[in-house]
Nanobody, 124 residues
């Protein structure tokens, strides 16, 4: 499985960005797709995830009310709409795929496949 994230960039505080991630070369199917991020000097952290079959979602508290994750199964795409961005959202954002339902979809170590990351920078 190959995951290709795109859509990052530089935006001012309060602005919006939409990240996209295409999952290709899939053998079988993925159970869930998620977005994670790593800010400078910090550990990678969970942002949002979605179950491909049901559309069920999970958000980090920092993302609730501002970010929306969605998927297009026909296109093997997952999106992250980010609104009201803040400087603390500055990070490299990664999409990830989970093959089987083993752990909660907000648990990083449950994910089997990772994209290369896309930089999001929010200026104050």
């Amino acid at each position: 499985v190959q995951l290709q994230a795109s859509g990052g960039g530089l935006v001012q505080t309060g602005g919006s960005l939409t990240l996209s991630c295409e999952a290709s070369r899939i053998t079988g199917s993925l159970y869930a797709l998620g977005w994670f991020r790593r800010a400078p000097g910090k550990e990678r952290e969970f942002v949002a995830a979605i179950v491909r079959s049901t559309g069920g979602t999970n958000y980090a508290s920092s993302a609730k009310g501002r970010f929306t994750i969605s998927r297009d199964n026909a296109k093997n795409m997952v999106y992250l709409q980010m609104n009201d961005l803040k400087p603390e959202d500055t990070a490299v954002y990664y999409c990830a795929g989970e093959r089987n339902k083993i752990l909660r979809i907000d648990i990083i170590r449950g994910y089997d496949y990772w994209g290369q990351g896309t930089q999001v920078t929010v200026s104050s």
